[in-house]
């Protein structure tokens, strides 16, 4: 359902009382009785999950799945499946600049992207009573799995032309992928840059922010938001790169200190955090969820722009017990 997202902004800030927006989707397989694998290859399974969990739990939106190998599986690294994991990326495509500058970007539909933009098309319609997020990896952190995690991180050092021809391949395609997703009906999307928050502040802003903003600015408009999702530990450290790259809304995860964020985000802007998602929500249980939640909401709810979520994604696994525990824990607080 179309939406005036700016105004949904405001709104949110506005409102004494906060509906939590966890990153909440894969632990509908429980509730299907089927795998993450068959969740990812179907969409409308997909669409259904969605359904499922905004028919048990009252969120402030409806979240899609965060699933960091699609989009690379789309430009043709190899993808790991495994019943009820997410599936991750093996290897990498691009090592020098002949392999960069060969590199093929492909058609928003390809792969699995055009299962997750019908699931989101078929979504839209089945919930009408608050937001539907969309979800998609951000530019640096695609290059990483591209490049390799871990030496993506040497290359923006000793091959820094390299790894800028690769983001500029990237930038387009997130870009056309986004806008896919906004005429399927989605009302923004949560874009994952995880890897970036690994970065110091000066390589945080040349290998990400920069692109962030030229995504930002070319798919965010009073109808469909970008929302910036890191949760490395560096995140607090780099923030500049981050309030400033055009987003109206912040997910950060449980790595930092969340009262320690707050102060540094814009008043009209909201940022969404961050109870563990895997010693909480999938380890822990429901007493450790409920007073980490409860700790989270003492310390971050004088702030009217905080949100509480997740950390991170909530593991397929996570008990729902659990789940339910974090919601619990939040009606418990603004009715005492």
Request: charged residues 25%; proline residues 2%.
């Given at each position: 359902m179309k939406r005036n997202m700016y105004q949904w902004v405001d709104e949110v800030i506005a409102a004494p009382k906060k509906t939590p927006v966890p990153v909440l989707s894969f632990p509908s397989i429980q509730k299907m009785g089927i795998s993450v694998r068959e969740l990812t290859g179907d969409s409308e399974k997909q669409a259904q999950g969605i359904r499922l969990i905004?028919?048990?739990?009252?969120?402030?939106?409806?979240?899609?799945?965060?699933?960091?190998?699609?989009?690379?599986?789309?430009?043709?690294?190899?993808?790991?499946?495994?019943?009820?994991?997410?599936?991750?990326?093996?290897?990498?495509?691009?090592?020098?600049?002949?392999?960069?500058?060969?590199?093929?970007?492909?058609?928003?539909?390809?792969?699995?992207?055009?299962?997750?933009?019908?699931?989101?098309?078929?979504a839209v319609p089945l919930i009408t009573d608050r937001p539907v997020f969309a979800g998609c990896i951000g530019p640096f952190s695609l290059a990483g799995r591209l490049l390799d995690v871990s030496e993506a991180m040497y290359y923006c050092f000793d091959e820094p032309e390299m790894v800028?021809?690769?983001?500029?391949?990237?930038?387009?395609?997130?870009?056309?992928?986004?806008?896919?997703?906004?005429?399927?009906?989605?009302?923004?999307?949560?874009?994952?840059?995880?890897?970036?928050?690994?970065?110091?502040?000066?390589?945080?802003?040349?290998?990400?922010?920069?692109?962030?903003?030229?995504?930002?600015?070319a798919v965010q408009d009073e109808s469909f938001l970008v929302v910036y999702h890191n949760c490395g530990n560096s995140a607090l450290s780099t923030v500049d790169t981050i309030v400033s790259n055009g987003c109206r809304v912040f997910h950060f995860g449980n790595a930092i200190d969340m009262a320690e964020m707050m102060p540094h985000i814009p008043a009209n802007c909201i940022a969404m955090g961050n109870v563990d998602p895997a010693r909480q929500f999938r380890n822990g249980s429901p007493e450790s969820v409920y007073a980490a939640t409860a700790e989270l909401m003492e310390k971050c709810s004088r702030f009217p722009n905080f949100v509480p979520s997740s950390g991170c994604d909530i593991p397929p696994m996570s008990s729902w017990d659990n789940i339910s525990a974090f919601f619990r824990a939040i009606e418990d607080f603004y009715n005492k």
């Open positions: 905004a028919d048990s739990f009252r969120t402030g939106a409806a979240v899609s799945y965060m699933d960091l190998s699609l989009e690379a599986e789309a430009f043709g690294s190899e993808t790991r499946y495994s019943g009820d994991e997410v599936p991750t990326v093996v290897g990498s495509i691009v090592d020098d600049m002949e392999s960069a500058e060969a590199l093929r970007v492909p058609e928003v539909g390809e792969g699995r992207t055009g299962l997750n933009l019908e699931a989101i098309r078929k800028h021809l690769v983001l500029d391949k990237i930038t387009g395609f997130l870009i056309s992928y986004m806008k896919a997703y906004k005429e399927a009906g989605a009302n923004g999307v949560v874009m994952a840059e995880p890897l970036a928050g690994l970065l110091s502040g000066e390589l945080a802003e040349e290998f990400s922010a920069a692109y962030v903003r030229k995504i930002v600015a």
